[in-house]
Structures are given as C-alpha cells and as structure tokens.
C-alpha cells in the first residue's frame, strides 16, 4: 500500500499543526503491544520499560532522536495486522517492536519481515520462528515460550519432587508449557488437566489436585486466572500440603492482586528485580521512581530492547539504511543486558541464563520474586538446530 | 472418583449457579418484563466487584463497605436507567443492544482509568475466611459455603416477593399484559424502574461475593454475561423459578461436566485423546444444554405464565 494523497496531505497538516518538522535521519520505531482488556497491564509494562530507556538516553537511541509510535492490537489478529501494515507501509518506521502474546506476533510477522522492517520481539517467542522460519529481519530478546517451563521441569528435579500435578490453560501457549515441563521433569506426572481458557472457579481442580496425591502442583496461569488460582489455592488450605511451582502466574504483574497468598511460591525465569548487578539495581530503582510499581520481566525484555537498537544504530553510525551492517550489529548484542550474559543464537532467539525463583514480601510490604539460584546457563532453546541462519 | 470428591463438585456447582441465579434473576425480569435487551447487565456484576473493593480500602471493613457497594450498586442501576434505558424502551432491539453495548465499553474503559487495569484482589472477610476440614486431604472454604447459604436466601426471597407481594403480583402482571396494568393506572414506569434497580442491584451484589473467590479485573463481567442469557433461555424468559432452577443445573452440569468428561471419555478413547476432546467437550456441555431446549421446549424449562 503506498500513501495516498489524502494521508500524505494530512500529514503534512499535521506536522505543520504540530510544528515540529520530522528530520530525514530520526529513528521511527513502532511498537505493537496489548493495551486493552484484562491484559494490559503486560502491555503497559513492556511501554514504560521501553520509554524509560529512552528517557534515560535524552530521547535518543544511538544518537538518533527518536520518534516512538504505540498501538494497541486490542489481542485482536486483524486489529494487530492492520496496525502493524500502517506502521510499515505508511509510517515506513525502521524498527516494529511487538508483541505481549504470540498469536499477535504471528499475525504481524509476515508483513513486517517482507518489507524487509526488523521486527523485535520484547516478550512473544513462540517455537514457530525458531526453526525453520526463523527470519533475518526477526529478533527475540525475551526467550523461547518452552524455556521457562523447560525450566521449571529442572526445577522440580533439583528440589527433589516425585510426583506433580500438571495443569493450564487449553490453548496453544498451555499446551506448549505443559509439554516442555514434561521434556525435563524426571518423576511422575499425576493428572494433566487442561481448563478453558480465562477460568474462573478452580474448586473443581483443586480438589483434584488435593486427592492426588502429588507434592507439587505446576501450573501457566497467565494474568487474572493466575490471580484466582493462586487466591483460591490459599483458600482451599492446599498451601500446607504441596508445593506450588508456576510460569507467568505470580510475576510483578499478578503479584499485586494476590499479595500473602503467593509468598514462597516457586517460579522459574530468565530474570528477577532484585538480581544483583549494577545494570539491574540502576534499572529496577528507575523504573519504580518513574512509575511507583515494582517492574516485571515484561518491563526488564522491552528496557533491554531499546538498549539493544541503542547499541545497534550508534554500531552502525546512525544510519539505519544499510540493513546488513544493521542486523550484524543486533547479532552482536553489544550492550550490557540488565539479566547479566546475553547473546544472541543462530536463530536471533536469546542464549541466555535461567534461574529458579521464588516470592518474597518486600519491608515495605510490596511483593516481588526474587533470585533463588541459577538452574541452568547459557541455555539456548531447542529449535535453532533447524534454522538454516 | 471418591464420593467426597463428587460432593465437593456439587457443592461448588450449587454455589457456581446460585452466583449465576443472582445474576439472571435481574437479568430475566428486566428481559421478560420490560421486553428489553440490556447486555449492560453483566457490567454490573463488575461495577458490584469495584464497588467492594473500593469501599473495603476505604473503610477497612467488609460489612460497611458490603452495605455501601449494595446502595450504591442500587443508585447506578437507577441512575442508568434514568439517563440512558428509559430512553430505548420503545426503541427497537438492535438501538438496545447498541446502546447498552456501549454502555459495556464506557464502564469496562472506566473501570480501567480508574483502577488501572491489574488484576485486583480483597481478602475474604475474617469471619468467613478459613476451611472446613471434610476428610483427611479435602478442606471446603467456609467463604463458599457462606455464599451458598446466602444464594439460597436470596432465591427464596425473591420467589416469595414475586408470588405474594402486590408488587411481585404486579411484575408478574407487568410482564403479560404491560398495557392492561398501565390502563388499571398502575404506574408502569416507577415498577419498571423498581425492576431495573433491584436487578442492577442484585448483579452487584452476586459482584460483591464473587470477588473475594474471583478477581477483579476490567471485562469480568462480559463472558457471565453470556452464560447468564444460556440460563434464562433455558429457564424460560421471565420467570424466576425457570431462571433458579436452569441456573443450578448450569452450575452443576458445567462444574461436574470439567472433571468427569475427560475421564469419561478416558474409558472410550486414550489418555491423550481424552485430554484433547475432554475440556473442549465440557465447556460445550451446556451450550448444547441450550440447543436442545430450543429445539423441544423452546419456552423454556418452566416459562413464566401466559408468555405467548
């Protein structure tokens, strides 16, 4: 789609309206995330995360200004691909930074790729772009969707469980989770139990999982189903009896909402805000000064983001019209992650370490996880063999 | 599966359509009597939520801020329909289902300025929260059984006002033959407000117990909202009893539906197989539930009297 007259006119009304005059070599970066819906708050983390690195940097991303255009794709396919089409065809940015949730990633991808925009994912990735159709113009710089619950398998097996109750949401995100906690759990997998997807009442399957007789129960519950889960867990008096070990269930984003019922929870991930180093203390002290919440990894993956494009474009002297020199350049991953290690494997998806976590109440009686130990390092997914990059 | 097992089933199936009565009683008396279609309704069961939690951090107290979030539940279901549903009742359906959809995204988006959109959570108040210890492994929380108990009051409240009150004899006659009453001078318009209002109310409050067990967030009101037409299209529009009794079966089938079906179908299919079809089965249980009535009892289970 090429810009008709009628959006050319507008825009040209609009930045005279707006009296600023866009300069040839400003950086437009498009971002495409969930704002709307019970949701957003991942959404709004990965905004802040990112436009607090920018901030931080006086606007700019390797010396370029930069303009940071932000839609909303709703968690509607057709609302995200008509969002990401106007970005590249009429926006022409030169970044897409996106998405919350894979399938708004899957819907994206192919437009931006084609026109040859580099697409960065802050959270979604999804197993489907890192084997085969891995891309050259996609990168990740969060983690593969199994690895957390590959993971949280390891996991299991150090802290000595024998039998666990399995259970998520019936859909592809639930289904991938459940299937690599399985690849490495070394016991006994009581029940699977897979429920509709934003489930309410979990009485059913807590008394299942009370009846089973497994020692821990490991679960994805993503957002508020997360929050009921959790509330109803305590509620049930299960606490006392088995252990509770999860992915995307008690993070910085539901945490709020299930506050002492959580506390000791275990959870397997890529990052925590109190991890120890100077990158991440100057980050997490940032961000909670900025915005009066505690980041979760969401925020951590879309603050590394634009520290990596910063790293990229000043690489390449500013310019961004040399798209090999670019992409080299994001390959090499040349900033200082706030997670520690970082690189970037063959297939543009992150190698990097995983730990075991777990919740903690802060003095100040906000609710955080916080680093127990790491599991496993430089730990790279298991589907850059098939990517021929 | 142990026998306190399928216990515990039911009774989180009773307590699941008691929640659902509460909802759909409003619901169906605003629909059988006004003839008016309000998708807003499952916004109130979300208003109901806020309300609690808002009044529980300002007060500090359960049961204050359980009587306030009632009144004031009550007041925003008056106040809509002064400003806005009075309006529509002489419209045709679809500027009421247009309306009051917009109604669903105004409250929704505000409910999301205002409490940003997290998911919140209160605790269950003291007296109730703890559990009851039924065999060695399975404990039942008091909270559940409370809400039980309190479903119960408020479906045979409603059941002795709607049969024995002048004002239920009203409804009942409002919902028939609405010009017969009007021209009997009855003021039509001030029992249609009582109507909307208690049923905004009880919407609420079915908000205001749910939120303890379920979370709050901005849109929990939407998908409710579906299931609660499910039940009085299989209750039968109108009616009170056909709205208690297609929503404890709804609670049941779909509770006992989630952990039977796969195993069920276990004992035809293998394990894998089961897994897949079983949850996609359930949750269509009693969609299917509502086919069939449409087909053999179209009215509905128990139809409210001389609905044509």
Known sequence: MKPTFKTATGAAALSLLMGTTALADDLKIGMVVTLSGPPAALGQQIVDGFQLALDEKGGKLGGQTVELIVEDDELKPDVALLKATSLVDREEVDFVVGTVFSNMLQAIFKPIVESETFLISPNAGPSTFAGKNCNPYFFVTSYQNNQNAEVSGMVANEEGFENVFVMAPNYQAGRDNVE???????????????????????????????????????????????????????????????????????????????????????????????????????????????????????????????????????????????????????????????????????????????????????????FHTSFVRTVVEDYADSFAGECGM | ???????????????????????????????????????????????????????????????????????????????????????????????????????????????????GPATLSIDTPELLSGSIQLTEQLRYPVYRLATIGVGLVVAVGLFLTISYTRTGMLIRAGSTTPEMVSALGVNIKQLFQIVFGVGAMLAGFAGVIAAPIFAIEPGMGDNILIIAFVVIIIGGVGSIGGAFVAAILVGLIDTLGRSLMTEFLGLLFNASMANQIGPALASMLIYILMAAILVFRPKGLLPAKGVA
């Open chain 1, 180 to 366: 690599g906690f399985n690849q490495t759990f070394k016991g006994a997998v009581t029940d699977e139990v897979f429920t509709p997807l934003g489930h309410q009442d979990f009485s059913a399957e807590l008394a299942r999982m009370s009846t089973s007789g497994a020692d821990a129960v490991f679960t994805f519950m993503p957002g508020g189903m997360g929050v009921r889960l959790v509330g109803q867990f305590d509620g049930a008096g299960l606490k006392d009896s088995m252990k509770f070990m999860s992915v995307f269930t008690t993070d910085e984003t539901t945490l709020p909402g299930q506050k002492d019922a959580a506390v000791g929870f275990l959870a397997a991930g890529n990052w925590a805000p109190d991890m120890d180093n100077d990158a991440n203390n100057a980050f997490v002290s940032a961000f909670e000064a900025k915005y009066g919440y505690i980041p979760g990894g969401y925020a951590m993956q879309a603050y590394d983001t634009a520290n990596l494009i910063d790293s990229a474009v000043a690489a390449t002297g500013g310019s961004v019209d040399d798209k090999d020199a670019v992409r080299a350049a994001l390959k090499a991953a040349d900033f200082s992650s706030v997670r520690g290690d970082f690189s970037f494997n063959n297939n543009h998806y992150p190698v990097q370490d995983f730990h075991a976590l777990t919740v903690v109440k802060r003095d100040d009686g906000k």
């Open chain 2, 1 to 115: 599966m142990s026998l306190t097992l399928f216990l515990i089933l039911c009774l989180n199936g009773l307590q699941y359509g008691l929640l659902l009565f509460l909802i759909a009683a409003g619901l169906t008396l605003v629909f059988g009597v006004m003839g008016f279609i309000n998708l807003a309704h499952g916004v109130q069961y979300m208003v109901g939520a806020y309300l609690i939690f808002a009044f529980t951090a300002l007060t500090g107290n359960f049961w204050i801020a359980l009587l306030l979030s009632l009144i004031t539940a009550l007041l925003i279901g008056l106040i809509l329909e002064y400003v806005v549903f009075r309006r529509l009742y002489a419209r045709s359906h679809l500027d009421q289902v247009l309306a009051t959809f917009g109604i669903i995204i105004f409250l929704n988006e505000l409910a999301k300025v205002l409490f």
